[in-house]
């Protein structure tokens, strides 16, 4: 058992980082204040990915086939701790890297593939993911949005709700359902649909957690071809379940949340509040939030890169994650007031708008807590 | 970044485990005249003869194979003094005897272990220092699920040891975070069964998601804690001990509410083993200044220069 780097993964992360000194501009704070799912975000990742692309930082662990180098498992996530840690200029393109494109290389067309892949390797594309409904939302398989099969196309009707990037995607990566809700789960389809299809209209939903970030999508008469879709007709819940087991530990958050917590304490020093022992106290506690969150998430991806098939720790991993992003910003929200307000600290109010969505986007805590209770403890399910 | 035990530390687990599975040596028997604790002299007596309190000390195994030992040991309902045994005394020079009380910081009040110990260790900043026992210790009433003891401490023969005391400290609080996790895991463990088993309202009280919820953070803390002693225990740092002592000590008082919550009054009956947990774990949630302390040390190490 070995919880050190290793010297090529050292270099590694050291790479990354030269690399975001030198590609980051000046005003990057102002450019991450909204979040990766606002527009300014969003527009800097389309500069952005290409030369991360350029450089053979985008997409390193994916085959050689598709645009990568084969590199191990652990360097795309020291990737993804080094991007999230200042903020995720990726932006949205982060899916991409993590789940939607290895989705379509295991259940993609040739076709498939060959369309959408080197644009993502390249960092141009821009995708959303039409999963939550207003009826149907950690309930997934609720989904109402219908795809009726008419001769070679599908016509799609329906709404999604919460999707975040919708307003700049090129592609939606759409959840809907090719039966009745009677047949569940086994009526669900995916539709890989260009977001400039007539029919599709986008709303942008104020919210605390960043401008331009979620969105409500509608689908309307929608008819695209039926290789849009993604694998076959009753296949959507297996790759979904696939996509979001990736997704879990997708977001390192507890990188941002440690470094913003040294950012805190740095503050509370100059103040010369760090000498009280109470707030240093706190403070380690939201750090051991942090470095569990980060421990467990680690164990997930050795278990991946040793090739072991998943289990239940990436359940266990997205609940700390979720303790150590509310850890770090409740205690700057208790001794740092003054930095949410007016000018206040672009860091921190930054990082508060990425915690206060953790628990709820890509899943509900709730929902992994029930997993970790019927997978990892054995209970059984309720009646 | 490799999670998993090496061949030799594989091995030493799984022959720990054949040895702790010997349900008549490390399983639950009451105690007569309300007995708080079950001395396991049968298990001692066999892991020092295995060789496995000398683990810390083999290359191949190390303080990790020693820390998951203790770890594993905490989780049975018999009470042994491993912790000691397996994280310190290899560090501390030749001749040094077990079973081995350790008092840190000349804490007041009762010590663990004292009325089995043949020595007591007293770490403070300056100086970590032993002093043989030769039944000075006497055995005192206690609430905790451990033999609780007494000894005049200055009319002890001292003898100082040349160790560093930090570094003993460090592998202290190691060796507490591993006890505490494994006396909790274990605890855990015996409340699940129960939850799975026991019907109330004609269903099964683990499946109320009231109750799933509370337990699944629990082992959400608790599978934390555990890699964070794991770790700790790698890389033997302070920085790395302080905070692995202090997660599992701060997280200890609410697992043990809601262990003994769903155990519900079976479970404050000293028939059943439940207390043999959670009141190992109350004396160790307070060790060494309790979670407070452990994670204004962290707080120490991390940004004294930040």
Known sequence: MDFTWTEENEAFRARVRDFLDRELPTNWDDIARHGPGSHEQTEFSLEFCPKLAEAGLLVPHWPAQWGGADRPTWEHFIMGEEMWAVGEPRGGQYMNVNWIGPVLMRYGSDAQKAQYLPDMAAGRAIWCQGFSEPGAGSDLASLRTKAIRDGDDYFINGQKIWTSYAGMADTCFLLARTGGADQGRSAIAIFLVPMDTPGIEVRAIPSLIGHGDIHEVFFTDVRVPASCRLGEEGEGW???SYALANERVGIPRYEMSSQ?????????????????????????????????????VYRVVDERARGLPPGTAANLARVAVVEADHAVTDFGMDFLPDCFSGDGHLGLLAHHERAIVTGIAAGAAEIQ???????????PKGA | ???????????????????????????FHPVADWGRFDYGTLLDARLEEAGFYDAAAEPDLGTLS??????????????????ASALLRPFLGDDVPRPLAVVVDDAPGGV???PQAKALLSITDGAVRLAHLDGQAREVASLFAYPMGEVARDTLDWQTLDVDPATIRTLWQ?????????????G???VLAHVRERTQFGQALGSFQGVQHRLATDAVWLEGARLLMLKAASSRAPQDASLALAHVQNHATRIGYDLHQFMGAMGLTLEHPLHRWTYRARALRAEMGGAPMAFLDYAEARWRAA
């Open chain 1, 238 to 240: 297996t790759i979904i």
């Open chain 1, 260 to 296: 913003v917590l040294d950012v805190m304490v740095g503050e509370l020093k100059a103040r010369g509040a760090f000498g009280n022992s109470i707030v240093r106290a706190k403070a380690a506690e939201a750090a051991a939030a942090c470095e569990a969150a980060r421990l467990l």
């Open chain 2, 66 to 83: 020693a820390a998951a030992m203790v770890y594993e040991v905490a989780q049975v309902p018999v009470t042994v003094e491993c912790a």
């Open chain 2, 1 to 27: 970044m490799h999670l998993a035990f090496n061949e030799d530390q594989a091995t030493f687990a799984t022959v720990l485990a054949q040895m702790l599975g010997d349900e008549a040596e490390t399983g």
């Open chain 1, 369 to 379: 807590l029930n997993l970790v209770a019927r997978r990892h403890l054995d209970l």
């Open chain 2, 112 to 114: 663990r272990f004292l």
């Open chain 2, 188 to 190: 855990l463990a015996s």
């Open chain 2, 174 to 186: 190691i060796a507490l975070a591993a006890e505490l996790s494994g006396v909790l895991a274990g």
